[in-house]
């Protein structure tokens, strides 16, 4: 979100856990036994010590003590290519509802709606009811 603090966390392995640091934040440390828990523990972390909401803040993560620096590209680019994908979806999405509000109001049947976006009429009901 604009606006936002971020927060990068370096992540490493540490026997069986992963090991979230929060760079620049003292006593920002916190680890989690599987991966998918650790942004949960992080963002627990930081609420906790800064007394804010754990949506109040952005994070990023640097992963190359894993998967190396090289890796950590890959990684990056990855993660900035799906926010782009998913900010375009969110524009397609309310351009396509538009679309079906001017065909609905020039006259154009659901059916025949339907099949100029690419969908099911079910949908384009759907869509249109929300």
């Known amino acids: 979100m604009?606006?936002?603090?971020?927060?990068?966390v370096t992540v490493t392995r540490e026997g069986k856990w992963w090991v979230g640091e929060v760079n620049g934040l003292r006593g920002g440390a916190t680890e989690a036994a599987r991966?998918?828990?650790?942004e949960t523990e992080v963002r627990?972390?930081?609420?906790?010590?800064?007394d804010v909401g754990d949506d109040d803040f952005e994070l990023s993560w640097d992963l190359s003590a894993v998967i190396g620096p090289q890796g950590?590209?890959?990684w990056?680019?990855?993660v900035a290519e799906r926010?782009?994908?998913h900010e375009r979806r969110r524009r397609f999405?309310?351009?396509r509802l538009s679309a079906l509000?001017?065909?609905?109001?020039?006259?154009?049947s659901l059916r025949d709606a339907a099949t100029l976006v690419d969908l099911s009429h079910q949908r384009v009901a759907q869509l249109l009811s929300a």
């Open 2 to 8: 604009v606006g936002q603090v971020k927060y990068t």
């Open 35 to 38: 991966l998918a828990d650790l």
């Open 44 to 50: 627990d972390l930081i609420a906790g010590l800064l």
């Open 72 to 74: 950590q590209e890959f």
């Open 76 to 78: 990056e680019a990855f």
């Open 83 to 85: 926010e782009e994908l």
């Open 93 to 95: 999405e309310a351009e």
């Open 101 to 108: 509000k001017a065909l609905r109001d020039g006259g154009i």
